[in-house]
């Protein structure tokens, strides 16, 4: 029965060699499958790292700027805080369309 196999089924190298490429590619830790996640999973945190690269310099220049020009300043309280001098009367506009106006 064993003159039927043939030669090169018989190389034990050949077959370690298998058996090692099959343990690697499906059954290690680090298999083909979990290496593609990882490989998906590092495109997603460098692209999160650009966006967020982008906003820190963004509110660098915006600290910059406040920093350095006190009606920048003024304009980003109004702004974002809604702030108001004493004299002034203060009106906000919604730019959402309300139910009753169809």
Do not use: C
């Not at 043939?6 to 690697?24: H, I, M």
């Not at 830790?29 to 590092?42: K, M, P, W, Y």
């Not at 910059?64 to 003024?74: C, F, K």
């Amino acid at each position: 029965m064993l003159k039927r196999i043939p030669k090169w089924l018989k190389n034990r190298y050949l077959l370690t060699t298998a058996a090692f490429v099959l343990w690697v590619s499906f059954f290690d830790r680090n298999d083909l499958f979990t290496q593609g996640e990882r490989a998906r999973d590092l495109r997603t945190l460098q692209k999160s790292k650009t966006y967020y690269t982008t906003q820190i310099e963004a509110a660098k220049r915006e600290l910059d700027q406040m920093t350095h020009d006190p009606s920048a300043l003024e304009k980003f309280a109004r702004e974002k805080y809604r702030m108001k001098k004493d004299n002034e009367d203060e009106f906000t506009i919604d730019d959402a369309p309300s139910k009753n106006a169809q």
